[in-house]
């Protein structure tokens, strides 16, 4: 795994915001330190009848702007410092989008790939069961993220309930819509990503429909966003998974690669296509592109290969995919980069809406769920491009400007007692 600190990136990055509004220290410290850090480890019973200990993290961020929200990731190089990170994004994307949420995050220490779906449902329950004193529908309401899905969210949902002794529904979002999902939820990061990605060319002159796209990750969020930005028209050239990636100067048939991938443990370096070729991630990076879209992993993008990434444009699908020493080199080249907390908001935002839709037992159609995340997004990216050009800052610093100041201004008319 990297040896970058992702939680060091997002200080910076909040000191540089602090000192562009010209805040003191103690106007925005709080945002430096997260509310609660739980670590906790537990049980799980193997198939073979042995026992394994895993560990998992929940970390609280901020509850300033209202209950913390953020997704549970399985990864076996999971720390910490990553939880930190993501949950302190977390923060920041939905103040940057305005939705009532603070931040957000929780791992598991594991590889999913090698348990069963009976040892997955055993260490999913029991880790909800020593979290279970933090999250709740009031409080801080978790979602799916890295190799956590749908189903994982169901287990979740029920292991709380049953704690609690009757269906809370509102505890986790991302949830199948049969016990209380959202319609769209399942599209919705990547439909945020192909919204960014569309207004985002707009305001830079170049159609959508002649764009060449590489997309790294062909998960929920690579998958959906690869789907959606080849119905604007554009070209996706690239696409990759942990095993590597594919390149076709063509353009890559989407349908058929998504279809190849919804068989679990493939893996598209044995995907074989005339006219396809295998690539490794590092060259899909570096490829020649007019947008890329990262939607993998944090820390891919370095001080490293930055200098050698042809494209114009940079949608961040992951959280944290872009180093601060690499963003200095890709604003020395003059490629757009619009940061991870704007451009992946639209998991979280119809989130938003599943919780609203729980705790009023509404229900949604479709077309209602994908209209107002396209209204909630586009008013974002134009406040994000907006600041960008008024005060001559990047994409990133702008986001984090904007959020930064609703973050100070809800804690100081909350106020600090005594
Ligand atoms: N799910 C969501 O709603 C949201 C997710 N995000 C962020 O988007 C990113 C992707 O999440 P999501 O799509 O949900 O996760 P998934 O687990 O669905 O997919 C992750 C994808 O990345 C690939 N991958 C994993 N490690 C690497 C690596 N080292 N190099 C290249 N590819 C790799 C995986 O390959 P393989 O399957 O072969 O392992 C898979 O294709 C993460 O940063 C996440 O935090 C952000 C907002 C919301
Ligand atoms: O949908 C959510 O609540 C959070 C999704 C998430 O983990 C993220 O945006 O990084």
Known sequence: ????????????????????????????????????????????????????????????????????????????????????????????????????????????????????????????????????????????????????????????????????????????????????????????????????????????????????VAIQGMGNVGSISAKLIAELGAKIVAVSDVSGGLYSSEGLNISAIREYLSVRGRLLKDYNEPGVNHITNQELITCGADVLVPAAMENQITEKNAADIQVKVIVEGANGPTTVAADKILEEKGIVVVPDILANAGGVVVSYFEWVQNLQSLVWDEDEVNKTLNRIMCKAIDEVFDLHTEKKITLRASAYCLALKKLVTAKNIRGIFP
């Open 1 to 212: 795994m990297s040896t970058y600190n992702p939680y060091d990136n997002v200080l910076e990055t909040i000191r540089n915001a602090a000192s562009i509004l010209g805040l003191a220290e103690s106007d925005y410290a709080t945002t430096m330190y997260p509310e609660r850090e739980l670590k906790v480890s537990f049980p799980v019973m193997m198939d073979d009848g042995t026992v394994k200990i895993f560990e998992g993290y929940r970390v609280q961020h901020s509850s300033s702007r209202g209950p913390c929200k953020g997704g549970i990731r399985y990864h076996q190089d999971v720390n910490i410092d990553e939880v930190k990170a993501l949950a302190a994004w977390m923060t920041f994307k939905c103040a940057v989008v305005g939705i009532p949420y603070g931040g957000a995050k929780g791992a598991v220490k594991v590889d999913p790939s090698k348990l069963s779906s009976a040892e997955l449902q055993r260490l999913t329950r029991r880790y909800t069961a020593m979290i279970a004193p933090l999250i709740g529908p009031d409080q801080d309401i978790p979602a799916p993220d890295v190799n956590t899905n749908g189903q994982v969210m169901g287990w979740i949902m029920d292991t709380y309930s049953m704690l609690k002794g009757h269906a809370i529904p509102g505890v986790v979002t991302g949830k199948p819509i049969e016990i209380g999902g959202s319609l769209g939820r399942v599209e919705a990061t990547g439909r945020g990503v192909m919204i960014t990605t569309r207004e985002s060319l707009k305001k830079l002159g170049i159609p959508a429909d002649k764009a060449r």
